[in-house]
């Protein structure tokens, strides 16, 4: 297969059961920590680097019988299929995305419906924590193994400049398991397929590793300490 589309790494998200002990948990281990929005209203918190791939925390819970049944009756059953597979997941590394390099997701929805792979688009937006208003659009793959792609941010709220006080300046890789995950497929969305590291018999994202470091989230975040 030739590749036909440019995407890169996003995000990472790792799910967790109390966010601000999170938060100030990995600011005492020297990173920068910024709340999606308003922290009393937050419900994730992002650690930014100046370039690549960046760190959601987010804490969720079970949603509502109404809100599974009113998600249906729209039509995002896909989008619900995710969430629950986070649930089910538990705490820790859940998920990771891919981010176009262009402002719109129109080639890879090509890409998607040439190859004939289902999915389901929708527009998202929040206010962030210096209350900009930052919008996006989502394409969600059925085959919920596979990661969800992202239009970049408008307007970009990456920080230009960010020296986090541990020296950690990047993600190196992402160790991903490869049972359900498509790798022909990938490799025409993807341009930096390197960055992954697979293991066999895993499914989803396992670890995150980051540049010239032995730090993880999952050691700081441990909740027995």
Known sequence: MTKQSDCRISHVLYRVSDLHQAVEKLRDAGFIVEYG??????????IWFEQGCFVEIFKSSTLPFWVRWAMKA???????????????????????SLESTTASLDTQKTLFRHYNRPFKTLKAKRKDVSARTLRWHLLIPHEVYFPFLMSPYVPNPRPSV???????TGIARLTVGNQNLDMDFLKLLIDHSTDLELV???KGLQ???FKGSVLTIEEILDPRK
Request: proline letters at 4%; aromatic letters at 14%; hydrophobic letters at 35%.
């Open 200 to 202: 066999d018999d895993k």
């Open 74 to 96: 729209l039509g995002y059953q896909v989008l619900l299929d995710r969430m629950q597979l986070w649930m089910h997941a538990g705490y820790g590394w859940c998920e990771w």
């Open 162 to 168: 960010i020296n986090h006080p541990n020296g950690i």
């Open 207 to 209: 670890q995150v590793h």
């Open 37 to 46: 929005t308003e922290p009393e209203k937050a419900y994730n918190a992002l």
